[in-house]
Nanobody, 124 residues
Framework: QVQLVESGGGLVQSGGSLRLSCAASGRTDTTYALGWFRQAPGKDREFVAVLSWRSGGSTGYADAVKGRFTISGDSAKNTVYLEMNNLKPEDTALYYC????????????????RGQGTQVTVSS
Protein backbone atom coordinates (compact mmCIF):
# COMPACT_ATOMS: atom_id res chain seq x y z
CA GLN A 1 0.00 0.00 0.00
CA VAL A 2 1.04 3.56 -0.70
CA GLN A 3 -0.37 6.53 1.18
CA LEU A 4 -0.48 9.96 -0.45
CA VAL A 5 -0.92 13.30 1.30
CA GLU A 6 -1.31 16.50 -0.69
CA SER A 7 -0.60 20.04 0.45
CA GLY A 8 -0.11 23.50 -0.98
CA GLY A 9 -3.55 24.35 -2.27
CA GLY A 10 -5.16 27.72 -1.65
CA LEU A 11 -6.70 30.85 -3.09
CA VAL A 12 -4.74 32.81 -5.69
CA GLN A 13 -5.52 35.54 -8.17
CA SER A 14 -5.56 34.94 -11.90
CA GLY A 15 -2.00 34.97 -13.23
CA GLY A 16 -0.57 33.87 -9.91
CA SER A 17 1.33 30.73 -8.94
CA LEU A 18 1.04 27.85 -6.50
CA ARG A 19 3.08 24.77 -5.78
CA LEU A 20 1.37 21.58 -4.73
CA SER A 21 3.22 18.83 -2.91
CA CYS A 22 2.39 15.17 -2.52
CA ALA A 23 4.21 13.11 0.07
CA ALA A 24 4.15 9.36 -0.48
CA SER A 25 4.68 6.79 2.26
CA GLY A 26 4.38 3.05 2.66
CA ARG A 27 5.51 0.77 -0.18
CA THR A 28 7.00 3.57 -2.24
CA ASP A 29 9.58 1.12 -3.62
CA THR A 30 6.77 -0.31 -5.75
CA THR A 31 5.76 3.04 -7.23
CA TYR A 32 6.06 3.26 -11.03
CA ALA A 33 4.63 6.75 -11.47
CA LEU A 34 3.03 9.59 -9.56
CA GLY A 35 0.74 12.21 -10.97
CA TRP A 36 -2.07 14.69 -10.55
CA PHE A 37 -5.70 14.76 -11.54
CA ARG A 38 -8.23 17.49 -10.84
CA GLN A 39 -11.98 17.83 -10.60
CA ALA A 40 -13.87 21.08 -10.94
CA PRO A 41 -17.44 21.45 -9.64
CA GLY A 42 -19.90 19.82 -12.00
CA LYS A 43 -17.17 18.38 -14.21
CA ASP A 44 -15.50 15.02 -14.63
CA ARG A 45 -12.16 14.32 -13.06
CA GLU A 46 -9.38 15.03 -15.56
CA PHE A 47 -5.72 14.20 -15.97
CA VAL A 48 -3.23 17.00 -15.27
CA ALA A 49 0.31 15.61 -15.23
CA VAL A 50 2.36 12.49 -14.54
CA LEU A 51 5.96 11.73 -13.60
CA SER A 52 7.40 8.27 -14.14
CA TRP A 53 9.84 7.26 -11.43
CA ARG A 54 10.82 4.12 -13.37
CA SER A 55 11.04 5.55 -16.86
CA GLY A 56 13.91 7.97 -16.57
CA GLY A 57 11.76 10.63 -15.03
CA SER A 58 9.64 11.12 -18.13
CA THR A 59 6.70 13.46 -17.78
CA GLY A 60 3.35 13.99 -19.44
CA TYR A 61 0.89 16.86 -19.34
CA ALA A 62 -2.65 17.63 -20.33
CA ASP A 63 -2.87 20.11 -23.19
CA ALA A 64 -4.71 22.57 -20.93
CA VAL A 65 -1.70 22.96 -18.62
CA LYS A 66 1.28 22.52 -20.96
CA GLY A 67 3.68 25.41 -20.67
CA ARG A 68 2.15 26.57 -17.38
CA PHE A 69 2.47 23.58 -15.03
CA THR A 70 5.59 21.59 -14.22
CA ILE A 71 5.69 18.27 -12.40
CA SER A 72 8.84 17.22 -10.60
CA GLY A 73 9.89 14.84 -7.90
CA ASP A 74 12.35 14.24 -5.11
CA SER A 75 12.88 10.50 -4.81
CA ALA A 76 14.84 10.88 -1.57
CA LYS A 77 11.80 12.51 0.01
CA ASN A 78 9.25 10.40 -1.88
CA THR A 79 7.56 13.62 -2.84
CA VAL A 80 6.17 14.88 -6.11
CA TYR A 81 5.47 18.53 -6.83
CA LEU A 82 3.22 20.41 -9.20
CA GLU A 83 4.40 23.93 -9.93
CA MET A 84 1.50 25.90 -11.36
CA ASN A 85 2.14 29.24 -13.03
CA ASN A 86 -0.08 31.72 -14.85
CA LEU A 87 -3.12 30.24 -13.14
CA LYS A 88 -6.52 30.83 -14.67
CA PRO A 89 -10.01 30.69 -13.14
CA GLU A 90 -10.64 27.50 -15.11
CA ASP A 91 -7.82 25.84 -13.12
CA THR A 92 -10.05 26.02 -10.04
CA ALA A 93 -10.54 22.45 -8.87
CA LEU A 94 -9.81 19.84 -6.25
CA TYR A 95 -6.39 18.45 -7.13
CA TYR A 96 -5.69 14.80 -6.38
CA CYS A 97 -2.31 13.13 -6.15
CA UNK A 98 -2.25 9.62 -7.58
CA UNK A 99 0.24 6.77 -7.86
CA UNK A 100 0.50 3.54 -9.76
CA UNK A 101 2.73 0.49 -9.48
CA UNK A 102 2.68 -0.18 -13.24
CA UNK A 103 2.45 1.82 -16.49
CA UNK A 104 -0.93 3.49 -16.76
CA UNK A 105 -2.89 5.59 -19.19
CA UNK A 106 -4.05 9.06 -18.08
CA UNK A 107 -7.22 7.57 -16.65
CA UNK A 108 -7.99 8.06 -12.98
CA UNK A 109 -9.12 4.52 -12.22
CA UNK A 110 -5.81 3.12 -13.47
CA UNK A 111 -4.00 4.76 -10.58
CA UNK A 112 -4.62 2.48 -7.63
CA UNK A 113 -3.42 4.92 -4.98
CA ARG A 114 -5.09 8.31 -4.50
CA GLY A 115 -4.89 11.14 -2.03
CA GLN A 116 -7.76 13.07 -0.49
CA GLY A 117 -7.18 16.15 -2.60
CA THR A 118 -6.20 19.76 -2.06
CA GLN A 119 -8.36 22.68 -3.20
CA VAL A 120 -7.04 25.26 -5.65
CA THR A 121 -9.17 28.33 -6.24
CA VAL A 122 -8.22 30.97 -8.79
CA SER A 123 -10.09 34.26 -8.65
CA SER A 124 -10.54 36.46 -11.69
Amino acid sequence: QVQLVESGGGLVQSGGSLRLSCAASGRTDTTYALGWFRQAPGKDREFVAVLSWRSGGSTGYADAVKGRFTISGDSAKNTVYLEMNNLKPEDTALYYCVATSSPARPIYVEYEYRGQGTQVTVSS
